[in-house]
């Protein structure tokens, strides 16, 4: 008896609608995030994320409402995230529905934020989402191997200054049950995982980690969770537009003796 | 509806009522939330569901004067379900919180899994079914479950209450069963198909249960 590893489609969302771009640019109608819940719950996802990667504060009530219609359709776990930023909001986002909730720049900010979610809903509801850069001056500058990751915050957008190994662990210590890493390198890339990185994050910290950023084929979940020691991988598109069936996914990580939980 | 048909789910704000309340709807039974200990009375079946603090299910349950009518409620043979910290509620203490009692129904402490593991033991695992069960009934040792939280029951050799254990660093109870007290550490509730015929299960020892002789 181990422990599966999770497959976690992920829906962004505007609030009301599933989208898809990279870096909020470009972006294109993807779906409606109740309708999409239902097929991954059917096809056998272990979990379900769904983001408010717009996460203003007049669309708020919109993104709870999504909450609400997308955990109406599961028989599974769900993890919401965008814009929470205090105890009251992830309390309204919990009440909706949601089992887990993602804290990001906000945590960043004040990180006392990650110790006051894990208290008031358990470790295992507060998830810490971390998208992480290579720092490429450092790693040449420094003339050591080993590579830096940096901390980046609103959407990627800037730089936290944080070491993203030493922003897991100190997360972990804060209250954080689980870590949502992403490869800001391999985002929307559909090149694979960034392996370095995930195995660099799992092997320090105590908790589970999620991979995402890059998924397009199966050997790339298989090597996230054989080489990256990912507990679970996320991906979006590419099962929002059938590129991948779930179902088919997990039938190819169990022939390569990668323990999934199959759907009946 | 009358009250004798009647599903209780103790509510003590915990984040994981409104999915029980869901999966239960899908089965057909509608339940209603209970926060004080006189809205037991008459009802067919209990439902103790939670996740996050042991403290916090606890402090809830003698703040709201719950715990007596709780367990008079279970001594007198109405069928309760404790879902995940409504399973390690039922034991003496808990590490977790030390100076709180638990409801002792049943003697043994619960305990952090080993840190030689990943914590929390989060994701879906499989049960080592220990001897028959009703809970059980149609499910077997391939079936995954939903599990989240660090803390757990090591079954001792004279625990009879578990009937499956499952693994995470080390074995722990998983399902409990004795007369009409089940409970799991898992999340029915999260639990996919395998969780809904748990559920469907209990409903239905329930609905027999409460049948006059």
Redesign the interface.
């Known amino acids: 008896m181990t422990l599966a590893r999770r497959i976690i489609p992920c829906l962004d969302t505007d609030g009301a609608r599933v989208v898809k771009g990279i870096n909020f640019a470009g972006l294109r109608d993807a779906g409606d995030p109740a309708e999409l819940a239902a097929r991954y719950n059917a096809e056998g996802a272990d979990e379900l994320v769904v983001l408010d990667i717009a996460a203003s504060r007049d669309r708020r009530p919109t993104f709870l409402e999504t909450i609400r219609r997308v955990a109406a359709e599961l028989a599974i776990p769900l993890t919401a995230g965008g814009g929470i930023r205090s105890l009251d909001s992830a309390r309204a986002v919990i009440r909706a529905g949601a089992d887990k909730i993602t804290v990001n720049t906000a945590s960043v900010e004040r990180p006392a934020l990650i110790t006051e979610l894990s208290r008031e809903f358990g470790a295992q509801a507060v998830v810490l989402a971390i998208d992480a850069k290579l720092d490429s001056i450092s790693t040449a500058g420094s003339g050591s191997a080993a590579p830096h990751w940096d901390v980046r915050i609103r959407g990627g957008r800037d730089s936290a200054g944080l070491d993203a190994i030493a922003w897991a662990q100190h997360g972990v210590e804060l209250g954080a049950g689980e870590i949502l890493l992403t490869s800001m390198d391999r985002d929307g890339t559909q090149s694979g995982f960034d392996i370095a990185l995930t195995h660099a994050i799992s092997s320090c910290v105590s908790v589970p980690v999620i991979a995402s950023g890059g998924a397009k084929t199966p050997q790339h979940f298989s090597e996230v969770f054989s080489a990256g020691a990912a507990d679970a991988a996320l991906a979006a598109s590419i099962f929002h537009d059938d590129t991948q069936s779930i179902r088919a996914l997990k039938q190819f990580l169990a022939s390569q003796n990668i323990e999934v939980r199959l759907p009946c | 509806m009358t009250s004798t048909s009647t599903v209780a789910l103790i509510d003590y704000g915990a984040?994981?009522v409104?999915?029980v309340e869901?999966?239960l709807q899908?089965l057909g039974v509608t339940s209603k939330r209970v926060t004080r200990p006189g809205e037991l009375a008459g009802v067919r079946a209990i439902i103790l569901p939670g996740?996050?603090?042991y403290a916090a299910i606890i402090r809830v349950l003698d703040a709201h004067n719950l715990r007596a009518a709780l367990l008079d409620a279970i001594k007198r043979g109405v069928p309760f379900l404790g879902i995940c910290l409504g399973l390690q509620a039922l034991y003496s203490c808990s590490e977790e919180a030390s100076s709180l009692a638990g409801l002792n129904l049943f003697s043994g402490s619960v305990r952090s899994l080993p840190?030689t593991a990943?914590?929390?033991?989060?994701?879906?695992?499989?049960?080592?079914i220990l001897r028959t069960s009703q809970l059980l009934a149609g499910v077997s040792e391939s079936d995954?479950f939903?599990f989240?939280?660090?803390y757990a029951v090591a079954p001792s050799p004279g625990s009879n209450e578990v009937v499956a254990t499952?693994?995470?660093g080390a074995n722990f109870a998983a399902v409990l069963e004795q007369e009409t007290v089940f409970a799991t550490q898992f999340?029915p509730?999260?639990?996919?198909?395998a969780?809904?015929r748990l559920l469907q299960n209990f409903l239905g020892l329930a609905a027999r249960m409460s049948e006059p002789a």
Do not use: D, I, Q
């Open positions: 984040g994981n409104p999915s869901r999966a899908k996740v996050g603090h840190t990943k914590l929390p033991h989060m994701g879906w695992n499989r049960l080592h995954y939903y989240a939280h660090s499952c693994s995470h999340h509730e999260k639990s996919g198909a969780g809904a």
